[in-house]
């Protein structure tokens, strides 16, 4: 009896370990600032925050009142010497089956009134919202702003405190759109648009993600959200309609917008209020990334055009040296005009 009742602490103690380990693992999970669906920066955000929090009170809730029945009936209820009674049974008692079907019950419903209530306020997109079309490739995002027909890639710009609807497509396979600070997560699919609405309450710049196995560079399909005061979002667009990108500033990259237009022309559009196969480069060397992820810089800009599947693998890019021909100083010059196109 006592070398069983030893091996229940001994388990106890187990479990205990687990748990202490459990939570100084999770407690590494509130992740960077505006990264994180922990510290929620938007309204959206905000009502899947309070969902994750109820969830989880709800959760410990349970969790106690297990352990602490678990180890009242673990004492109360042991082996003791000499005691070979069985214990009084409770098997048919209708207060007890009442309680363990009422308790769970009402906990489902706790939690289930405010998800639908949040599940139908985030899939409700204000008519008056400002649109943004997206559309995901492997492996990079392209924003659209039909009102007022401008075009860019990687970077969503949007103004700081509005709503702004966002309609989800794929132009190849499943892709997931994802900001966690700003909003939960929506698939872009090839055959149907699907529609939600994103709101920020502090201006900065939001790390977004893809979250639908994709191919190889899935993991590397980033982007950023760029939230801005309505003044400098207003000025942005006006930049972007500019259809004369800044004069290259030296010979070496002028001779990199001959290069460009002879040889990358066909897929990428430096107007930003053209469409293009590939991503549209208007205001390429005002971005914070180059392929997605890497700092925008001519270290990391070189290091793509040399090697674009090494860098993300399965993207759609043509190699600059092996397919159309470029050799390392005609790269480095197309890599100082691309550097050079920013917005006046």
Known sequence: MVQNSMKNWKTIGRYIVLLALAALTLSGCAGQENLSAMIPKGEGAEQQYDLIKLTTYVMLFVTVIVIFLFIYALVKYRAKPGDNSIPKQVEGNAKLEFLWTAIPLVLIIIIAIPTVKSEFALADVPEDAMKIKVTANQFWWEFEYPEYGVITAQDMYMPVGEKVGLELKSKDVIHSFWVPALGGKMDTNPDNTNKMWLQAKETGVYQGKCTELCGAGHALMDFKV???????????????KKPENPAPATAKAEEGQQLFQKSCMGCHATDGTQRSIGPNMKGFGDRSTVAGYLELNEENTMKWLKDPQKVK???????????????EDQLSALTEYLLGLKLE
């Open 226 to 240: 760029k939230v801005v005061t309505k003044e400098e979002f207003e000025a942005w667009i006006e930049k972007m």
């Open 313 to 327: 693998q399965q993207n759609k890019m043509p190699n600059p040296m092996q397919d159309l021909g470029l050799n």
